[in-house]
């Protein structure tokens, strides 16, 4: 008997993930724990190992495919052996030594039909209707591509980001024809897609209004030397500026709680642990790995967590609980140049810090006279439907009071 190969469940959070490639083709010898094809969620890759030894006899999604975890996606058995394409599955790709029953017929309407409902009730994850219910979007017209056509997040993603098209394509439609020349066309996949959509979906549920301040940033400059110049054995050469920072945020968190949270639907969940994520830029795009109760680790350890994390996103070894529960997310473009910018919401968080460059700006000192001294770009947006300006402008101030007066932070 055939044995199928099962999409594994990455982490709580993820429901879908898009096969990157197949390393093995229909018709070709595997054996028990090697490679045959690697996929990828919006935010890390992993790679699918077969679960015997035998022959790959069918590939049931294509690269670039969206498949729902726990979904067969492959089956692997003896050379001529017959089997059957799971249901809801597309037609498999088999060899001729495979011969395969065929898979049932769609209905003619299969595109726009609705989901598998119970007692009247549509089938939907508890995510997927949070997001509906939030974004004002009918089930019933949605089509279901989890387990036995079970709507799930993704999908709802996927109508809010369709109805976002539209109004871009009627735009572009009125703008005229495309300019002449020579164009470059790329096809957006993978984890750049996700992003797109995911992006999109903030910017269309989301109320976002961003706040700029800075900080005196002397304290911060001062620290970076002395740990550079520090002996070896203390464990502190590495800190960065961004991690003071990721210690200072953690520690206003604490004194803010109203930033610290998710709005879902209609509720506001406030949490008093701070799970803090921060942006990583990986050659496969914006990754946010996530440094769990950041609020109780020492300056050292927000350090050392943070290199491991990077690193696991830069290698593509980061694992899906590590990508998952943020609580607020510090995304950096100071490194850059960037003084300050417009960070978008990554929901259902409701707030996201801006790090912007050190540049001098002109202060007044007690005496009334002028000086110019280093100052961080700060830039925070939140989401203006459960957290109005005020709020926001003051866990600045108390953000700004930390990061200037960094000595008093670290003896606290």
């Known amino acids: 008997m055939a044995i199928p190969v ?15 490639g197949w390393k093995k083709r229909v018709g070709d010898a595997v054996k028990a724990g090697e490679v045959i094809c690697e996929v990828e969620t919006d935010k890390a890759s992993f790679e699918i190992e077969s679960p015997a030894d035998g022959t790959l006899l069918a590939i049931y999604h294509e690269a670039g ?13 003896k050379p001529g052996e017959k089997i059957e394409a799971p249901a809801h599955q597309t037609r498999p790709a088999v060899g001729p030594s495979a011969p395969v029953a065929p898979p049932r017929p769609a209905s003619p309407d299969a595109s726009v039909r609705a989901v598998p409902s119970t007692a009247g ?15 004002a979007v009918t089930l019933a017209g949605i089509r279901g591509t989890g387990p036995g056509g079970r709507i799930i997040e993704r999908d709802v993603q996927q109508a809010i980001a369709d109805q976002g098209r539209t109004v871009q394509a009627t735009a572009t439609v009125a703008a005229g024809p495309a300019p002449s020349g020579s164009v470059q066309e790329i096809t957006v996949t993978g984890v750049r897609k996700l992003i797109a959509d995911r992006m999109l979906v903030s910017l269309t549920t989301t109320a976002q209004l961003t706040l700029n301040a800075s900080a ?30 990721l210690f200072a945020v953690s520690r206003a968190l604490k004194q803010h709680r109203d930033l610290n949270a998710h709005f879902v639907g209609d509720v506001l ?42 690193t696991g996103c830069r290698e593509g070894r980061v694992l899906p609980d ?12 100071g490194g850059l140049g960037v003084e300050t910018f417009t960070p978008v919401l990554n929901p ?3 707030g996201i810090l801006g790090v912007g460059s050190i540049v001098p700006r002109a202060a007044q000192g007690v005496s009334g006279s002028i000086s110019f001294i280093p100052q961080i770009g700060l830039s925070l947006t939140i989401n203006h439907q459960v957290v109005d300006g005020a709020p926001g402008a003051r866990f600045l101030q108390t953000l700004s009071g930390l990061i200037a007066r960094f000595d008093l932070l670290l003896a606290q």
Do not use: W, Y
């Open 348 to 350: 259902p968080q409701v």
């Open 216 to 245: 005196d940033a002397r304290a911060l400059q001062e620290f970076r030397s002395r740990f550079k110049e520090s002996q070896e054995a203390m464990g502190l050469r590495g800190v960065t500026i961004n991690d003071m920072v």
């Open 121 to 135: 009730k549509i089938a939907a994850s508890p995510r997927a209707r949070a997001l509906a219910a939030a974004n």
């Open 322 to 333: 590590e990508l998952a529960g943020g609580t607020f997310t510090v995304t950096n473009l």
């Open 65 to 77: 495919s969206q498949v729902p975890v726990l979904a067969t996606i492959a089956a692997i058995g």
């Open 269 to 310: 969940r406030q949490f008093t642990d701070v799970h803090l994520g921060f942006a990583v830029d990986t050659p496969r795009g914006l990754i946010v790995p996530v440094i769990k109760n950041a609020a109780s680790l020492s300056l050292r350890e927000i350090s050392a967590e943070a290199t491991r994390l990077a």
């Open 6 to 20: 099962i999409l594994p469940k990455q982490g709580q959070s993820v429901e879908t993930c898009a096969i990157i």
